[in-house]
């Protein structure tokens, strides 16, 4: 069964206990960090998991859109993430490595993230150290963009990589996920749907929820 992961990128940040509260129906809280350099937007950081954490028991998956994320994941970490992802764009080789050793050292869940220019291919040096492989299908850095079905392909090499590789590992897909987009990531492999602006701008979130695990 696929996992939906409600991004609070889309919540209202001044009632943000209450916006957890309205997604207690999905499996995951997906949460943005973006540090102004690695994209141009600046969201979240530390404080703010931390606040989450002791509001809520929701698994929290925290997508690190930061430049050099090896600087952050014991801060994120001891702030109480469970899984923490980091961009292969965002540093060299050696960089990647420390960060999810760092994850380890920690006990948390380890994400790689792709962005769309990304091939697929780049997953292969880490695919069996990671619990996640999340797959951009817009450009990270805002909620609300267009899906990229471009993205498509991609998403279903990924998936035999995974097969072939890690079967337990997550496949993610972040982006214009909505109830259109949602079966056609499912189809090509996906099994966590990140969704900001379909959970958040709908006046129901439980039937938005709903719709895209397809109910
Ligand atoms: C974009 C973020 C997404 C964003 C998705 O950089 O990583 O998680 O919140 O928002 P929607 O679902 O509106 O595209
Ligand atoms: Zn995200």
């Given at each position: 069964m696929v996992k939906i992961a409600p991004s609070i990128?889309?919540?209202d940040f001044a009632r943000l206990g209450q916006e957890v509260q309205r997604v207690e129906s999905a499996d995951w809280l997906h949460v943005d960090v973006m540090?102004?350099?690695?994209?141009?937007n600046i969201s979240i950081g530390v404080p703010v998991v931390k606040s989450l954490r002791k509001v809520t028991d929701m698994f929290l998956d925290v997508h690190l859109m930061i430049e050099k994320p090896v600087r952050y994941i014991d801060a994120f970490a001891q702030a109480g993430a469970d899984l923490l992802s980091v961009h292969l764009?965002?540093?060299?080789p050696p960089g990647i490595r420390a960060a999810l050793e760092a994850m380890d050292r920690h006990g948390v869940k380890k994400g790689i993230v792709l962005r769309p220019?990304?091939?697929?291919?780049?997953?292969l040096p880490y695919i069996k150290d990671v619990d996640l492989i999340l797959v951009m299908?817009?450009?990270?850095?805002?909620?609300g963009q267009k899906f990229m079905a471009d993205q498509l392909p991609k998403i279903a090499a990924i998936r035999k990589y995974i097969q072939q590789y890690n079967p337990a590992c997550h496949l993610e897909v972040d982006g214009g996920v909505d109830p259109v987009t949602a079966p056609q990531v499912i189809q090509a492999g996906a099994d966590v749907l990140v969704a900001g602006s379909a959970v958040y701008g709908a006046p129901d979130a439980a039937a938005a929820i709903r719709a895209l695990r397809g109910q």
């Open positions: 990128l889309s919540a540090d102004g350099m690695f994209v141009s764009e965002a540093d060299m220019i990304t091939a697929a291919e780049a997953v299908t817009v450009e990270p850095g805002f909620g």
